[in-house]
């Protein structure tokens, strides 16, 4: 579904990403773990446009989107959740979502709004709320809600975990299985390495820039480097 | 008597910087930008208002809707030229390509209607008298108009769509894009919009002050400039309030003190808010959130 092809990202002078290639299959959860500072939120936004690649190919669906305009992708399928959720502060719930809606009309967006409060029916009651004063894991419903409104085909998901409870993550988590088992494919960044992969069909380690390992989630789990390096070892 | 004159003559004037005020205020809150080529679009409309009507022998409505027209495409313009390749500069360059296009344009209009000034009729003839005192059909009608299209302004940025997408652009443009938002749409239309209020400003403005000349939007938009700061640039109830203020201020001057100390308190002001509180009345500090 997704195919990146040895992508080459710099920061001026800095060389970030360094030659990376992977896919991800439609209906699969992908999860790209590794420590700060690896590449991990660089590579979402190559693919969303908001950085590029000097070499290489990225393509989504068998269509080449290594030069698409960053708002062109949600029309076709592609939803980001960035670091950080960056959900609209100033604007109230509703307008939030309204706006992940943005390609849509109105009356199909009504509608969608109700499918999240159906999910999220912590958002419903704070509809009229502005955004900013959210805690931190209503933020990331919100931020997951509004990346739904567009009824993308595949989600990125750029550190859900962040900054949440443990109770929180891991019904963050519940909601990204829950999201996939109803059809949409996930492309997951994580620090929290361990919830990632317990959730994740196949992961990917990444290690300044380049990717160290790639095989199944649950070999990962059980290997003896990645628990060192990554899970906290035992 | 006389004070409720004055002020309803600051309102008049003060509505004409709020009109302007928006247009500075709107700009900066998308693109962080100081756009000084503001006042000139100003300038501009009040040379096409005039053209269209005492040259082309134009009635005055399909008058103003070309000068709206022309102005609006003259700012988008500006920006798609001169501000949008710079717009992953350091914002110095910015201000400066502002500076120059505002220069640019004063000289370009000095190149063709010459420095004389030409004198452009009133739309709105005939008075109305509050007891004793005579208030014209032109400051009636400048309230008026401003407070219909503040109101159309509100409307536009808190319920529809594209106004919508403009808050979220202005508070974070690269959470806009992954929504599927143009960004540069966005700031092609905020420009046109900007422009256009300044446009029906200038149209505003000559009513009441005949005369039109390549430096008239200079000394307009820097007072505008100053009431969209006092307001807290980048928000739109700060610039319709700032623009108020300012010509109030400017008006009771006038009566009470001296005429010719009015642009010393407008600017006056501007220093007093810059030290005792830069982010102006509505004005929120850009708190970086980590």
Known sequence: ?234 | MTLIYQLINGLQIGSIYALVALGYSMVYGIVRLINFAHGEIIMVGAYCVWFCMSRLALPALPAVAITVIVCAVLGVSIERIAYKPLRKSARISLLITAIGVSFLLQNLAQLIFTANPRMFTNLFTGSIAIGTQEISAATVATIGVSVVLMIALSVLVNKTRIGKAMRAVSEDADAAQLMGINVNSVISFTFAIGSALAAIAAVLYCCSYSQISPTMGSMLGLKAFVAAVLGGIGSIPGAMTGGLCIGIAESLTKGYISSQLSDAVVFGILIVVLLIKPTGIFGRGDHQKV
């Open chain 1, 1 to 234: 579904m997704l195919k990146v092809d040895n992508i080459n990202v710099y920061y001026g002078a800095i060389h970030a990403i360094q030659g990376i290639s992977f896919d991800v299959k439609e209906g699969e959860i992908v999860t790209l773990i590794g420590a700060n500072g690896a590449g991990k939120s660089t590579i979402l936004k190559t693919i969303s446009g908001l950085l590029r690649s000097k070499t290489g190919q990225i393509t989504f669906m068998d269509k080449d989107i290594s030069a698409a305009m960053p708002h062109k992708l949600l029309p076709m399928g592609i939803s980001h959740v960035p670091e950080g959720r960056r959900i609209f502060q100033r604007m109230t719930v509703e307008e939030n979502l309204d706006m992940g809606g943005y390609i849509r009309n109105n009356k199909e967006n009504a509608a969608l709004v109700e499918s999240v409060y159906e999910r999220f029916p912590r958002l419903k009651e704070r509809r009229r709320q502005i955004a900013g004063t959210l805690s931190g894991g209503e933020q990331q419903m919100l931020a997951i809600g509004r990346a739904l409104m567009a009824s993308p085909k595949l989600v990125m998901l750029d550190e859900p975990s962040m900054g949440l409870a443990p109770l929180l993550v891991n019904q963050i988590f519940d909601i990204i299985q829950e999201l996939n088992k109803s059809g949409v494919t996930i492309l997951l960044v994580e620090q929290n390495a361990r919830m990632a992969l317990r959730i994740a069909h196949r992961g990917y380690v990444l290690e300044s820039g380049r990717i160290s390992l790639a095989d199944s989630a649950q070999n990962l789990l059980s290997d003896p480097n990645v628990q060192r390096a990554y899970l906290g070892g035992n």
